[in-house]
């Protein structure tokens, strides 16, 4: 009987001891930078020759607002902005397999989505040493199921952040010439 009860006792704490390391695994993936971290970094960021950080923090707010983004936080003594927009997300493709799947498998299978919010952060940082002052931005969106379900991602598209700088470099040297 006392063998019986100490296999079940090893039994309950080998399963525990799992549990944890599968929670241990999760915890860990939380806030874990993406995989080609460096890529993304080189993708955010850009130097402009100038020493006026306001000047380009100026032009950031202009570009981000002809983006149709809306600032929400603006710090110009630490060089930070925050803003974000509403967008649809809905994709003909997505609704039209979901509605496949709802004929399938029954209306609670279709999922689609239905808007996004999309984040930006932008932090401008004085080069010591040089007469460069560097942009990183960050974009990110948060998107909303028919289900009321949300889901977060890092945007990672090149182009999203080509087409950004160039925008942001005419409009640093705009604001440049008329100071």
Same mark, same amino acid.
Request: with cysteine; proline share 2%.
């Given at each position: 009987?006392?063998?019986?009860?100490?296999?079940?006792? !090893?039994?309950?704490?080998?399963?525990?001891?799992?549990?944890?390391?599968?929670?241990?695994?999760?915890?860990?993936?939380?806030?874990?930078?993406?995989?080609?971290?460096?890529?993304? #970094?080189? &993708?955010?960021?850009?130097?402009?020759?100038? &020493?006026?950080?306001?000047?380009?923090?100026?032009?950031?707010?202009?570009?981000?607002?002809?983006?149709?983004?809306?600032?929400?936080?603006?710090?110009?003594?630490? !060089?930070?902005?925050?803003?974000?927009?509403?967008?649809?997300?809905?994709?003909?493709?997505? $609704?039209?397999?979901?509605?496949? &799947?709802?004929?399938?498998?029954? $209306?609670?299978?279709?999922?689609?989505?239905?808007?996004?919010?999309?984040? $930006?952060?932008?932090?401008?940082?004085?080069?010591?040493?040089?007469?460069?002052?560097?942009?990183?931005?960050?974009?990110?969106?948060?998107? #909303?199921?028919?289900?009321?379900?949300?889901r977060g991602e890092l945007v990672q598209d090149a182009e999203v952040y080509r087409q950004f700088f160039e925008k942001l470099s005419a409009g640093?040297?705009?604001?440049?010439?008329?100071?």
């Amino acid at each position: 009987m006392r063998t019986r009860r100490n296999l079940a006792l !090893g039994v309950l704490l080998a399963i525990s001891l799992t549990a944890c390391l599968d929670a241990n695994k999760a915890a860990m993936q939380i806030g874990k930078p993406p995989e080609d971290v460096v890529k993304l #970094r080189s &993708l955010e960021t850009r130097r402009y020759d100038t &020493l006026d950080e306001r000047t380009v923090l100026l032009a950031s707010t202009q570009t981000l607002q002809d983006l149709g983004f809306t600032v929400s936080e603006s710090a110009p003594g630490a !060089g930070v902005l925050v803003a974000s927009k509403q967008r649809d997300a809905r994709e003909t493709g997505q $609704v039209v397999g979901a509605i496949v &799947l709802a004929v399938l498998f029954g $209306v609670n299978a279709a999922v689609w989505d239905e808007e996004q919010t999309i984040n $930006v952060t932008l932090v401008t940082t004085p080069i010591a040493n040089s007469k460069q002052v560097e942009v990183r931005v960050a974009f990110d969106r948060v998107i #909303r199921n028919n289900k009321q379900q949300h889901r977060g991602e890092l945007v990672q598209d090149a182009e999203v952040y080509r087409q950004f700088f160039e925008k942001l470099s005419a409009g640093v040297q705009l604001e440049g010439q008329q100071v």
